[in-house]
């Protein structure tokens, strides 16, 4: 792992597979970090001929931390006063693209998840030039009516901060029981592991807030999808509570040409299992014209 200034913020970022093959950006979710790629998923899609740029968001792991300017009134934002918005949906793609720019990569395919999925749309509508093709992966289009979470997903989503590494832990893996894919459950242990990683690599809760007033500050990008010109490929789990699957349904009916991949059995994570179906969806995706 490394880090590159760009638009403004020190970016942490890392690569996998050849530098000669085309670039891959993998963009990840909401409070998420870059090792939230599971390492097996990254290795499958470079071995299947990408050169692959993960990254931390700013505002997680070891990017740029923006604690000074402070936390978002969320209740005030979803009213209707965006005044404590820090960034919105906008500038996570700025900063995407301006991590590009910054490694010499001049177009790539992207690959979002959850948020990241609104922000690799986000992407292709702001820097058309930089972007190849489009997975967008367990997210939706901003509309208010689609996409919703389920009121016990919301309910792990607006907990308050964990009060040590502990608890943190425990937050973890209540919050893969809630969401993740019923039919392929994640061992504890693996759970686990991963939360551990996670807390010790950098845990922001604040900065989770703020890319969250991001998401329900940022507007509608239904109207700007219908002019997506690259090759689009939404994938989207039938089990997902916390952005259930008619956020993939509205994004792929936006998109012209959008291929849909809705998964049975899928919640709102990556399982070891889906993998060959999710990476093969990409590369079809990335290979066709």
Known sequence: MTEVRANGIDICYETAGDPADP????IMGLGAQLIDWPAGFVEQL??????????????SGMSTVLDDLGLPDVPGIVAGDPSTVAYLLSDLAADAAALLKALGVDRAHVVGASMGG??????????PDVVLSLASIMSTTGARG????????QAVLMRPPAADR????????????????????TPRADIERRVSAKFDRGYRPA???????AIIASPDRTDGLRDVAVPTVVIHGEDDP???MSGGQATAEAIPGAELLLIPGM???????????????????ATRR
């Open 166 to 185: 502990a608890e943190a832990i425990a937050y973890g893996v209540d919050t893969a029981r809630v969401i993740g894919s019923p039919a392929y459950p």
């Open 146 to 153: 689609v996409g919703r979470p389920l009121p016990h997903a």
């Open 46 to 59: 470079a071995a299947r001929g990408f050169h692959v740029i993960s990254f931390d968001n700013r505002d």
């Open 23 to 26: 670039p891959l950006l993998l």
């Open 207 to 213: 900065g989770t807030l703020r890319q969250y007033a």
């Open 267 to 285: 919640g709102h994570d990556l399982p070891v299992e889906l993998w060959p179906p999710i990476v093969d969806a990409i590369v079809a995706n």
């Open 242 to 244: 916390l952005v259930p």
């Open 118 to 127: 609104m922000i690799a749309q986000q992407l292709t509508l702001d820097h």
